[in-house]
């Protein structure tokens, strides 16, 4: 057996991909941790070389309609549990077959690609949906989340497209990384941020009033003798609450 | 701050007077980001929050005015009711809606309005905050506007080319309802400009074939609400109206707002009635079969049997009454066919099509793929479970599956019968 580690990035796994035909490598498992090896098993610490990255994708781009090689990638970001051996046995069913296996999904290493993928999807969405702007002093709009999967590369040019004239920063704290678009381009950025830190001063002089205003908005809308909570909750969930203006104690 | 403090309070009145206005769509409008300003539609809503009664908020959606010279009785800003009246400026609506947008707190605004003076006079200054929003704020998001019953058609073009969707609300189902409750008004007054922008869209629309660079006109196209359980009409009569909108309106969306009890007025339901929230969810179901599975209103409702029933859904009720049809066999039967299986939906039927052509499906397959099975079972011709389940009568395959279901509203059902 061999077991393969990569540098946590797609186009590492794609070129370890690529290494396990190259070098016919049978019966692999992917490491997230690292390799140990071990009395049954060769570790091999994969480089990640984009030009054999780009022909394994390239490879299955052809045995795949756009929306199946999107799902594999997405599922990159799921984070669930061995998500690069998933996509290995995926991607070695899609370079055994003759045909295009994506409608498959009783199978179960298609079901779960597809599982895996729809998740990141909804988690994307809901990040369009659940990221609040607060305005700086220097005019940033700046907004924290805390995603169930690493979508923030996933849902990078969304924001681009929708706020092209303004400068924002959405930091991820689970991750403790960001982007940040400065008028031209989105950048990753590392950074650790102190919640605690930052107060009142931080913020645009209006900032505050507008984050009332649309409390005040949230509260109007609601209409009581419809009260449903349970599917307030099922569509808000409560992890998310923390980081949305409208749920907010005491502004 | 003196002057924001009456911004939050004008907020507060003129969102409270719109909320019984149930759209809140923001998808279906590719409006992109060019030239770098502010907002792109991708052609997907989002919904950016819900509130507790469990619906979604979108757009911001408020009234320019309360002020009203119409005295309609279902309506809370009627002229006769004793409520707080408030009205926003141009630059107000437009500040507030660029700023919530900024920080991604909406799609979009939603603007309608109460009469004010003259149905002109009010179109109007929709118009101008509309125009404002687009040419001095560059802004792509979404913009609905209430299309004004008596403003002129130059207007409503003029709003065409700015708005994403218009709408004219039909309110009462039948001409006799609105003659009872709203005495200012008649059908008339919703279906001309109803007829206008729909002739104008399909217009625009073939001008765009041939010159790809004439401007969007309302490009997610007119929808309609229709208030039900304020009066008399059955689920027939609402139904043949959607049906009207549908097919000879080329309507994107009708709605059904159960109405709530706002007037002590006696030709409406007492306050405190409860909103009839089954029968308008009976209702938007129907119109997803009319719409996505390719049902007729004559299949869902009859002469004979007038109203959905608000126990079980539309699509069970036929299957229950039309047992001729089953037992479907997944593996063979059309996709037309399959999406009328109750427990199975428009996707889940897609994913039985697709997945059939790699290997013969069995009971097993279906739960995983996102089917109702336990529903669903009792219509499948699968050779072994099914022969469970042939023996039995319609009645007691509708109590097998009441057992399963629970909802909250259960006891409502008495009530919302006996209305009248």
Redesign the interface.
């Known amino acids: 057996m061999t077991t393969l580690a990569c540098d946590g990035t797609f186009e590492g796994w794609l070129t370890a991909v690529f290494e396990i035909y190259e070098y016919r490598f049978t019966d692999v498992e992917f490491s997230s941790e690292g390799v140990s090896a071990n009395m049954f098993s060769t570790a091999r610490q994969v480089t990640t070389d984009l030009r054999k990255a780009e022909r394994v994708k390239k490879g299955l781009k052809q045995r795949l309609s756009q929306q199946g090689y999107q799902q594999l990638y997405h599922t990159f970001f799921s984070e669930i549990e061995n998500a690069e051996q998933q996509m290995w046995l995926f991607a070695q069913y899609v370079f055994a077959s003759k045909i295009n296996v994506e409608?498959?999904?009783?199978?179960p290493v298609v079901?779960n690609i597809l599982k895996a993928a729809q998740m990141v999807r909804r988690e994307s969405?809901r990040m369009?949906?659940?990221?609040?702007?607060?305005?700086t002093k220097d005019q940033i709009?700046y907004?924290v989340v805390e995603p169930d999967c690493d979508v923030l590369t996933l849902i990078a040019k969304?924001f681009s497209?929708?706020?092209?004239?303004?400068r924002w920063l959405i930091y991820d704290a689970k991750r403790k990384y960001g982007i940040y678009y400065d008028l031209n381009s989105v950048s990753v950025v590392e950074m650790t941020f102190n919640e605690s830190s930052g107060g009142v001063e931080i913020w645009d002089e209006?900032e505050l009033?507008?984050q009332?205003?649309?409390q005040?908005?949230?509260?109007?809308?609601?209409?009581?003798?419809?009260?449903?909570?349970?599917?307030?909750l099922?569509?808000?969930p409560k992890r998310y609450w923390r980081h949305?203006?409208?749920k907010k104690m005491g502004l | 701050m003196l002057l924001?403090e009456r911004?939050?309070e004008k907020?507060?009145i003129l969102?409270?007077a719109?909320?019984?206005d149930v759209s809140c769509a923001s998808g279906q409008s590719k409006r992109?980001?060019k030239n770098?300003?502010?907002?792109?539609s991708?052609g997907f809503g989002?919904?950016?929050?819900?509130?507790?009664?469990?619906?979604?908020?979108s757009l911001?959606?408020i009234l320019l005015t309360n002020q009203c010279i119409f005295d309609c009785a279902y309506c809370v800003s009627r002229k006769s009711n004793d409520i707080k009246r408030a009205a926003f400026t141009v630059e107000e609506v437009v500040d507030?809606t660029i700023?919530?947008y900024?920080?991604?707190?909406i799609e979009g605004l939603f603007l309608s309005s109460g009469i004010f003076s003259n149905p002109d006079y009010t179109m109007e200054r929709l118009v101008r905050i509309a125009k404002k929003l687009r040419k001095e704020e560059?802004f792509n998001g979404y913009i609905h506007l209430k299309a004004i019953p008596g403003a002129s058609d130059e207007l409503i073009r003029e709003a065409g080319l700015y708005a994403d969707r218009l709408s004219v609300n039909v309110e009462m189902p039948t001409e006799q309802s609105l003659k009872l409750l709203a005495p200012d008004k008649n059908h008339q007054d919703v279906i001309r400009p109803m007829t206008f922008l729909k002739e104008e869209i399909a217009g625009r629309k073939e001008e765009k074939k041939i010159i790809k660079k004439a401007p969007l006109f309302a490009p997610a196209g007119q929808s309609t609400q229709m208030v039900i359980g304020a009066t008399k009409e059955t689920d027939l009569e609402i139904l043949a109206m959607t049906d009207y909108f549908y097919g000879k309106m080329n309507l994107r969306r009708v709605y059904y707002s159960?109405y709530?009890?706002i007037s002590t007025d006696n030709r409406l339901p007492a306050l405190g009635t409860?909103?009839p929230?089954i029968r308008e969810n009976r209702l938007y179901q129907a119109d997803w079969l009319l719409r996505f599975y390719g049902f007729k209103v004559t299949e869902l409702v009859g002469w004979d049997q007038p109203d959905l029933d608000l126990d079980i859904d539309p699509k069970l009720a036929w299957a229950l009454r039309n047992p001729e049809q089953f037992p479907v066999d997944i593996n063979t039967a059309d996709l037309e066919m399959i999406k009328r299986i109750p427990g199975i939906g428009v996707k889940s039927a897609q994913?039985i099509v697709?997945?059939r052509?790699?290997?013969r499906?069995q009971p097993e397959?279906l739960q995983?793929?996102g089917i109702a099975y336990n529903r669903a079972k009792y219509f499948l011709a699968f050779s072994t479970p099914f022969s469970l389940h042939k023996d039995l009568t319609q009645e007691q395959i509708k109590q097998q599956i009441l057992k399963l279901q629970q909802s909250?509203y259960e006891k409502n059902f008495s009530s919302q019968i006996t209305l009248f």
């Open positions: 409608g498959d999904q009783r199978n079901w969405h369009k949906a659940f990221v609040r702007f607060q305005l709009y907004a969304h497209d929708r706020y092209a004239d303004q209006k009033f507008f009332k205003l649309w005040r908005y949230f509260g109007s809308v609601n209409i009581k003798a419809r009260k449903n909570m349970k599917l307030h099922q569509h808000m949305l203006t409208e | 924001s911004v939050m907020l507060e969102a409270d719109a909320k019984y992109e980001n770098k300003g502010i907002g792109n991708s989002i919904c950016h929050a819900y509130t507790e009664d469990g619906r979604c908020v911001l959606k507030i700023s919530f900024r920080r991604n707190y560059n159960g709530v009890p409860p909103v929230i994913r697709q997945s052509r790699y290997r499906l397959h995983p793929m909250k």
